[in-house]
């Protein structure tokens, strides 16, 4: 794996150095833009606005338009903003992991340490353990400030960045339904999640879609038109909640039996 950060952990007065590696990846397939008439792949290109001349990579710069000037910024001026930033994500705070909200989380990237870090990596790996607890701080990557939390997975340390609050929309102008419960339906609700709950165990998951896609684009490489199923119908119009919950927990039950 090709490492896309170097920096540091700081942990108190202490700084760990990592190395950061992405750690997913895409599970859809690589499928290419082409122009239906003969096939040719479709390309981007990154062209003047003025000349309608395509530009090479080199000659590219990022700028600021301010009072209607452009003001161009080079790799100094980007690191000048936060030069401990651009190599440190300093843990500023220890919290409880869920007193995180799930709608705040976003990648999740694995850490290395490098050379004279591996002492100070492995101690904060079993303190985290023992404690329960991740590390919130902030670090720039990429020209950009990101907030993320450093956690243990299995022995090792990621990060794992997480959105910064204003990122969030507000979600007051949707309509959310003001109604009563059932006392019946809640409890036979409550039974049917209780259930079906068991360990959580993500290698039970898999990326079904993608490997039938592909199933269809062999059929259609061998000249065979493919068999469309019909999906089932996924609108409800039953308004009876009890007789279908009645009915999901004794399917449950067979399931389980």
Known sequence: MRSIWNGA?????????????????????????????????????????????????????????????????????????????SKVFSIQQFVDEAEIESVYFQTPYFLE??????????LL???LKKTKKVGVGTFVMRTKEILGIVKTYHDLLIVNT???????????E???????VKPGELKMAVSLIE??????DGEQYKDTYSADLLKIIKQKAKGK???????????????????KLKASLEKSKKNVS
């Not at 499928?31 to 096939?39: E, F, G, P």
């Not at 493919?226 to 009890?242: F, G, N, R, S, W």
């Open 9 to 85: 952990i700081g942990f108190g007065l202490v700084n760990i150095p990592v190395k950061m590696y992405s750690a997913t990846e895409s599970s859809t397939l690589d499928l290419d833009m082409l122009d239906k008439n003969d096939l040719s792949n479709i390309k981007f290109k990154r062209v003047n606005e003025k000349t309608g001349k395509e530009v090479k990579w080199e000659n590219i710069v990022k700028g600021y338009k301010l009072d209607e000037n452009y003001i161009v910024l080079d790799d100094d001026d980007f690191e000048a903003a936060s030069p401990e930033k």
């Open 195 to 200: 259930q079906n709950t068991e360990k959580f």
């Open 113 to 122: 340490p490098q050379k004279n870090g591996e002492n100070a990596y492995v």
């Open 125 to 127: 790996v079993e303190a």
């Open 162 to 172: 997480i959105r910064f609050p204003e990122e969030l929309r507000e979600y007051e």
């Open 225 to 243: 038109k493919p068999k469309i199923a019909k999906a089932e119908e996924t609108a409800d119009k039953t308004i009876d909640l009890m007789a």
């Open 174 to 180: 949707l309509t959310i339904p003001d109604k009563k």
